[in-house]
């Protein structure tokens, strides 16, 4: 039976720690613990459900408590960031989502914190101080059902007109523990499927489909109703699962559940990963100068 997550360390965990062909590796940083997983072949990736690629999970202390601007965690997120950026060039951060579903709304919160600096050129940089920023580009794309436009094909017209070096992708992600809403921040360069966390899949933003590599940064925010049931339960059976999804999906209506402080989540998720966003793009400013200039 399927349990739904866009975590690769919890696709790892169901389909066995001891999988050939996945390179593991743990570390502690800042009194963070930073989780990386490589997918090397086709049959991990298969078994895992997930692309090859590389997987950046990090741990993190609850969202809902808060943390300082200059907290050296946001060095520590940002270094990874940057290990899987180009080292010049434009970039375009993208925030996916909904802002009209709080758990849905990461993605453009986080982008909306992010440091525009593309049309920062010529005379003024110099006069400003300014000659030394990385070159960034913003976009919030909003949803299908709001613009009538796929998100994928409304990101490629932007990439094919500016021509950015690399794309950041920003959306809210699922799990499938509760105890992961909120302490979970995960980046991968395998690109991501908007809608996916709530089953509303959508054109694939990959770095074969963008044609420059893709970064996706997510937070869980959601549990897939029937996979927490299915835990907490211990159901392995198929044919208990088919009664249990009946009873908790009635009619087919798939259901997620979000915690009740899922806006102050969010909030300070969005805040967290715009920072480390920044850092990781700026790497000749000092976080405090970043935050003078938004």
Do not use: W
Request: glycine residues 8%; proline residues 4%.
């Amino acid at each position: 039976m399927e349990r739904r997550t866009d975590l690769a360390l919890e696709a790892r965990e169901l389909a066995g720690e001891n999988l050939q062909g996945v390179d593991y590796s743990v570390t502690k940083k800042d009194a963070i613990e930073i989780e990386k997983m490589v997918v090397k072949t086709l049959k991990a990736s298969r078994m895992l459900k997930k692309p090859i690629g590389t997987y950046i999970t990090i741990e993190l202390p609850p969202l809902t408590n808060d943390f300082r601007d200059t907290d050296k965690r946001l060095v520590s997120i940002g270094d990874e960031i940057r290990s899987l950026l180009p080292v010049n060039g434009l970039v375009l951060v993208v925030g996916l989502g909904n802002t009209d579903i709080t758990p849905d709304a990461l993605g453009p919160k986080s982008a909306s914190g992010v440091l525009a600096t593309r049309h920062i050129t010529g005379e003024i940089a110099k006069s400003t101080g300014l000659d030394k920023l990385r070159p960034v580009a913003v976009l919030n794309t909003g949803v299908t059902g709001q613009t009538g436009i796929e998100t994928g094909e409304h990101i490629l017209s932007v990439v094919k007109r500016i021509r950015p070096t690399a794309l950041i992708v920003i959306d809210a992600l699922a799990s499938r523990r509760l105890e992961r809403l909120g302490c979970t921040l995960q980046i991968s360069n395998t690109g991501i499927s908007p809608g996916a966390g709530v089953q509303n899949h959508r054109t694939q933003i990959t770095e074969e489909s963008m044609g420059v590599p893709v970064i996706a940064i997510g937070v869980p925010t959601v549990v897939d109703a029937v996979t927490l049931a299915t835990d907490l339960l211990c159901v392995d059976d198929e044919r208990d699962s088919i009664k249990l999804r009946e009873k908790v999906s009635p009619k087919g209506r798939s259901m997620v559940v979000t915690p009740k402080e899922v806006d102050l989540l969010v909030d300070r998720a969005a805040k967290l990963i715009s920072l480390a966003i920044n850092f990781a793009l700026q790497k000749d400013f000092e976080i405090s100068d970043l935050i003078a200039l938004l």
